[in-house]
């Protein structure tokens, strides 16, 4: 049974890490450090997902968040109210020319908005023509 841990990695953090990392923590903190560990934790977390949304160009502090949109069309916001606290990204928000596409997520590529004004242009000039 331990051997088919290797290959789950989860598995293994918790059952031979974990214990390991609480032990560091409780001789070299004590206790307290215990305590502080899930607040480390879920500041690491708000770092880190702040850092990665600003690679991408996305402001989620903006106050007109109607520009902003996902790929599908969906607004982007925090979830469950995160966005009451500040941003603590170690990075500023990265331009249209400077952020990181990630397809995956479904990042439109860089032009994408000129593209689709251009596209409107075109569909209503061609609308325009065949009713006249």
Same mark, same amino acid.
């Given at each position: 049974?331990?051997?088919?841990?290797?290959?789950?990695?989860?598995?293994?953090?918790?059952?031979?890490?974990?214990?390991?990392?609480?032990?560091?923590?409780?001789?070299?903190? &004590?206790?307290?450090? *215990?305590?502080?560990?899930?607040? =480390?934790?879920?500041? /690491? +977390?708000?770092?880190?997902?702040?850092?990665? #949304?600003?690679?991408?160009?996305?402001?989620?502090?903006?106050?007109?968040?109607?520009?902003?949109?996902?790929?599908?069309?969906?607004?982007?916001?925090?979830?469950? &109210?995160?966005?009451? *606290?500040?941003?603590?990204?170690? =990075?500023?928000?990265? /331009? +249209?020319?400077?952020?990181?596409?990630?397809? #995956?997520?479904?990042?439109?590529?860089?032009?994408?908005?000129?593209?689709?004004?251009?596209?409107?242009?075109?569909?209503?000039?061609?609308?325009?023509?065949?009713?006249?």
């Amino acid at each position: 049974m331990v051997f088919y841990q290797i290959f789950h990695p989860v598995l293994y953090g918790y059952t031979k890490l974990a214990p390991y990392l609480v032990r560091g923590i409780l001789r070299t903190f &004590g206790v307290r450090g *215990l305590i502080a560990l899930p607040f =480390m934790t879920l500041t /690491s +977390e708000k770092i880190i997902y702040d850092t990665f #949304i600003a690679m991408r160009g996305i402001d989620l502090y903006k106050e007109d968040e109607s520009e902003q949109v996902y790929g599908d069309g969906e607004q982007v916001q925090f979830p469950q &109210g995160g966005g009451s *606290l500040g941003s603590w990204s170690v =990075m500023p928000i990265a /331009s +249209e020319e400077d952020r990181w596409i990630f397809e #995956i997520f479904g990042d439109k590529p860089r032009g994408w908005k000129e593209a689709e004004a251009a596209e409107a242009e075109a569909a209503a000039a061609s609308k325009a023509a065949s009713s006249a």
